[in-house]
């Protein structure tokens, strides 16, 4: 029984993968349109203000924006693992309870009112989409727990309403916003990595953070969620409160994540799956390593959106979906031969 | 320790239709009792509030005379572990770690398992020979294999009693003797108290010590096996004609409609009972 998962087996994993995320973080601090050279990086500190414009680059612009790839995409796909297993979907991710539509209504109310204050260095773009993201799951949640007994769809038929609906709105708002508005519109719906101020990335360094440790928490509880509601109570699980701690939590961080970055597609979806495949669906592990793989796939990403087109930068989620969808693609193919296999 | 199920006037009715009427039985430890009886009897229902998932409407079952209401999800896991009909998860698990879930009740938060627990583990695995496919995936099983793991994470739960939901459906004939022979031989070397919902009333004769007979009408009868199981009784209980013969110890009973072969067969008992 060599496949039973053993805490020192799951550290060496978790370190090696830290280690590869270390590594590509590095590689893509360094690769940029303007070239740095990692010599000069190293003799930064210490130098004065405008002595040294590669270490300023490294330090000033392009580490902020590589840890909050990783962050978002760490977030993500953390939260994508958990929804898939919530509701037992493998095609489920961190949008599917209308998080995406509530956060971009907050996001495009917030551009278009042009408003300029801000609340603990937060932007209101960001507040807004937060709100936003919260009181749609919210929402959600109340509707799915109002309609129905089977409560896995009820919820999900609840987010597909919620969605549709406010995605019309946002089509409307989108319609009469001014054209100076709509590249940021969409910009923000695509998914989109800026420079943040460092306070911003410290909350949500510690918000995300808490939040995949509380989901660490429970993860041995997800895989035995996975197998059902009776099934899991019969092993002495409990499912409601496992499942309010498990949604709450991931509300959480795919809003925190929303609100820094927009809504970029893909990674929720695939991340975990491409996880789940190499290292079968234990989420004692499956969270863990998704959280770290979710986070270089958003860097080399988010890398490339930035140096693809030299100066010109590209919104990180249109790199996600080109990567993704093809990916989906083949996931979806493969999902629906196994299910009518095994009917 | 002794973990009677005592079943104390229980009720239980869905929105406007009773199911359960008034029923008081008791389980002593270390038997094997067969719950049989027509589609909506209540076969399901009466598992589903010996496992905590439904409660009762009046009345009160009680596990070592604690009524069951009282103990924690946990706490219950420990007491009764539950094999409803084989399923195929939504995730790739394997055997081993569809097993090694049964020690869930027992570990901690993050459930990594001790040496006692692995042992326990492969011993389940090796008493109902799932051990040699431990690392395949449950979905690459056939039926009857997929059935055996689930009782083998029954038996890794370490509980007193054991409840199953017709565990034999869908199986083929090897497969359903292969199942009740491993219950049986857990019921005799461990002692375990079986309670298993099934319909097939011969494999009920051959492995039950009692029955319970629920009829759609919310009556029941609950007795050692050769006093429930009758022609008459059965007859009664499920509206058909039943031809019985003897082996051995046990009768068996073939149900016979109108256009079988044999339908003769089955009204000459029926005019001699």
Redesign the interface.
């Known amino acids: 029984?060599?496949?039973?998962?053993?805490?020192k087996k799951l550290a060496v994993k978790v370190c090696i993968g830290l280690v590869i995320l270390l590594a590509v973080m590095c590689i893509c601090t360094l690769s940029g349109t303007q070239k740095i050279s990692l010599q000069k990086v190293l003799d930064g500190p210490g130098q004065k203000p405008g002595e040294n414009i590669d270490y300023e680059i490294f330090v000033g612009y392009r580490l902020p924006r590589v840890f909050l790839a990783v962050l978002v995409g760490a977030a993500l796909a953390c939260s994508g693992v958990v929804l898939q297993?919530i509701l037992?979907?493998?095609l489920a991710d961190p949008y599917i309870l209308g998080i995406s539509s509530g956060a971009g209504l907050g996001a495009i109310i917030a551009i278009i009112s042009g408003m300029t204050w801000s609340l603990w260095a937060g932007s209101p773009l960001a507040i807004f989409a937060f709100i936003g993201a919260l009181t749609t799951v919210w929402l959600v949640w109340s509707i799915g727990h109002f309609a129905g007994r089977s409560q896995v769809t009820s919820l999900l038929l609840a987010g597909v309403v919620v969605n549709a609906f406010f995605s019309a709105v946002i089509m409307f708002l989108t319609s009469i916003a001014k054209s100076e508005q709509l590249r940021s519109i969409i910009y923000w719906l695509m998914g989109n990595i800026t420079d943040k101020s460092s306070s911003v990335l410290l909350a949500g360094t510690i918000c995300i953070t808490a939040g995949i440790i509380c989901l660490f928490?429970?993860?041995?509880r997800l895989?035995?969620i996975?197998?059902?509601e009776?099934?899991a109570?019969?092993?002495?699980?409990?499912t409601e409160k496992t499942k309010i701690l498990a949604f709450t939590f991931t509300a959480f961080i795919t809003a925190v994540a929303v609100s820094l970055s927009g809504l970029i597609g893909f990674v929720g979806l695939i991340v975990p799956h491409a996880v789940?495949l190499v290292f079968?669906?234990?989420h004692?592990q499956l969270l863990p390593l998704s959280a770290i793989i979710g986070g270089i796939f958003l860097v080399i990403a988010d890398t490339l959106a930035r140096t693809i087109f030299g100066q010109e930068q590209l919104p990180v989620g249109v790199i996600t979906a080109i990567a993704g969808g093809p990916f989906f693609l083949i996931l979806l193919a493969r999902y629906t031969k196994?299910v009518s296999w095994?009917k | 320790m002794s973990n009677t199920v005592e079943i104390k006037n229980l009720t239980f009715s869905y929105t406007d239709k009773v199911i359960l009427d008034d029923l008081s039985l008791d389980v002593k430890q270390g038997i094997f009792v067969g719950i049989i009886g027509p589609n909506g009897a209540g076969k399901t229902t009466l598992l589903?509030l010996l496992?905590?998932?439904l409660r009762p409407k009046t009345g009160t079952i009680e596990i070592d005379g604690t009524n069951i209401e009282s103990f924690?999800?946990?706490?219950?896991?420990?007491k009764?572990?539950?094999v409803?009909q084989e399923?195929?998860?939504?995730?790739?698990?394997?055997v081993?770690?569809t097993v090694?879930?049964?020690r869930?009740?027992y570990?901690g938060?993050?459930?990594?398992?001790g040496r006692t627990d692995?042992q326990i583990?492969?011993d389940a695995l090796e008493a109902t020979d799932t051990g040699i496919f431990?690392?395949r995936i449950l979905?690459s099983l056939s039926g009857g294999e997929r059935q055996r793991v689930f009782i083998a994470r029954a038996l890794a739960?370490k509980t007193p009693i054991l409840l199953l939901d017709e565990p034999t459906s869908f199986l083929d004939l090897k497969h359903q003797v292969n199942i009740y022979d491993l219950l049986k031989a857990a019921q005799l070397e461990q002692g375990k108290t079986i309670i298993a919902v099934t319909h097939d009333i011969n494999l009920a004769a051959q492995y039950c010590d009692v029955i319970l007979l629920l009829g759609s009408d919310s009556s029941f009868r609950y007795g050692y096996t050769k006093d429930v199981l009758s022609v008459e009784q059965i007859t009664k209980a499920f509206g058909v004609n039943i031809y019985s013969g003897k082996v051995g110890q046990e009768h068996f009973f073939i149900p016979l409609g109108k256009h079988a072969k044999d339908s003769e067969q089955a009204n000459k008992m029926q005019d001699k009972t």
């Open positions: 029984m060599t496949e039973i998962l053993t805490i297993a037992r979907n493998p928490s429970i993860s041995n895989n035995i996975t197998l059902g009776y099934e109570k019969g092993l002495g699980v409990d789940r079968g669906p234990d004692r196994k095994s | 589903n496992c905590g998932l924690t999800v946990r706490e219950l896991a420990q009764v572990a539950v409803r399923f195929v998860p939504v995730f790739d698990f394997t081993a770690q090694s879930m049964a869930t009740p570990l938060t993050f459930g990594f398992m692995r583990v492969h431990a690392s979905g739960q």
